[in-house]
């Protein structure tokens, strides 16, 4: 008998736990960037501009309510973030000449738009007033694409023998989880003139064309943070929300991350040891059961 009223009693608390449970969907915009601090010349003019892109989210949502007002929630997402970044000012750039590379000075525009995909799992704590639903908490974001594209044009400038005439475009298609040390993308060649020298170079370039060894990905695998947004219910299921999500963890790799004005003393790439940071505002629409 004893037996029979404990589980009797088990199968109650389970059916009142899972009555307070909720489960649900939800998408919406991502209005993304990285911040940074942003690099400047002698004169203190700014070297680089970052700007937002749209990506998406979507996913699950499972939440536990202690009242009817309070409880918490957690959420499994696929999330696009990234930014658009250009760079335009004093830059340097090799070239293979008889298998020899040859530094030249210039100035370089260089612009690429960055696709950050993440599967982020929040857990938030809300509060409800009304209609509206307030809520906040913490998240962890794991990368599992990154791209980037975009084109860059230089110019050489009078370097002793190794001027380059002319501007040079290029085309940048990045994938950083792929692409390896020097690799470009085509057959495609562009003729360049460095000093009294004719090269060619490849036209197309891969994220790490510049690189002549492997220092890993640009962009780090883990990124986490706080979040947290109101949401207002149109109806007991149907919601509209916005929420900001600002990441603490450093996103980008500083032995990538090289400084694009000029190279040390020896010709060698300096790299950054700035931290970069995923910023996001995210405007959503979800269903919740």
Excluded: C, W
Excluded at 57 to 71: M, Q, R
Excluded at 162 to 188: I, R
Excluded at 212 to 227: M, R
């Amino acid at each position: 008998m004893k037996k029979a009223l404990l589980s009797l009693a088990a199968i109650l608390l389970a059916v009142s736990a899972f009555a307070q449970m909720r489960y649900g969907f939800k998408t919406g915009l991502n209005f993304a960037t990285i911040r940074g601090p942003i690099a400047q010349d002698a004169g203190g003019a700014n070297l680089e501009k970052i700007e937002n892109v749209t990506g998406f989210s979507i996913g699950a949502t499972f939440g536990y309510g202690f009242t009817d007002n309070f409880g918490i929630r957690g959420e499994f997402l696929y999330s696009k973030r990234g930014m658009k970044y250009t760079y335009e000012g004093a830059a340097y750039r090799y070239f293979s000449v008889n298998n020899t590379p040859v530094l030249t000075r210039g100035n370089d525009r260089y612009l690429v738009v960055v696709n950050n995909s993440y599967i982020d799992i929040p857990i938030l704590g809300y509060a409800k007033a009304g209609n509206f639903e307030f809520n906040a908490g913490t998240y962890v974001g794991f990368l599992v694409q990154s791209t980037g594209e975009g084109s860059s044009t230089y110019n050489g400038k009078p370097d002793n023998s190794n001027k380059v005439t002319g501007d040079l475009k290029f085309s940048l298609q990045h994938n950083y989880y792929q692409d390896k040390p020097g690799e470009f993308k085509a057959d495609d060649v562009i003729t360049a003139q460095v000093g009294d020298r004719v090269v060619e170079v490849p036209k197309i370039h891969g994220a790490y064309y510049d690189y002549s060894e492997d220092k890993g990905n640009l962009y780090n695998t883990i990124d986490y943070g706080v979040l947290g947004g109101v949401s207002y219910f149109v109806s007991r299921s149907l919601y509209v929300g916005v929420r900001l999500q600002y990441g603490l963890a450093d996103v980008s790799n500083n032995k990538v991350d090289f400084v694009k004005a000029a190279p040390d003393e020896n010709g060698a790439k300096v790299f950054s040891e700035d931290k970069d940071r995923n910023f996001n505002i995210q405007a959503t629409v979800g269903f919740s059961f």
